[in-house]
């Protein structure tokens, strides 16, 4: 629930075609990377005390944390780019 409540402006955002709101967007993504890594370094250390297998749950979080990452460079690229073409067609 909590989640979805802050999730959800994000996504609206992610339609609107200014600079401030790509540049939220990309915090919130910076963001959510950096609460991915603090969720697998809390996983690791538990399932290592517990002595269980943690390799494969490192490599998925980890996985997930640079996508999530790059996803924000990804879209500054893209707005990047249609606002320059935005500009040469002027």
């Known amino acids: 629930g909590l989640a ?7 996504f609206v ?10 540049r939220t967007v990309q915090i ?5 990377s950096i609460e991915w890594l603090l969720t697998l370094w809390m996983l690791v250390q538990e399932r290592r005390m517990a002595g269980m297998p943690y390799l494969r749950l490192a490599i998925i979080l980890g996985s997930v944390a640079v996508l999530t ?15 320059a073409d935005s500009g040469r067609s002027r």
């Open 13 to 22: 955002l992610i339609f609107i075609r200014r600079t401030w709101a790509v």
């Open 28 to 32: 919130g993504l910076v963001l959510g």
């Open 69 to 83: 990452g790059l996803s924000g460079l990804i879209l500054r690229t893209k707005h990047s780019s249609e606002a």
């Open 4 to 10: 979805l409540l802050m999730i959800l402006p994000l």
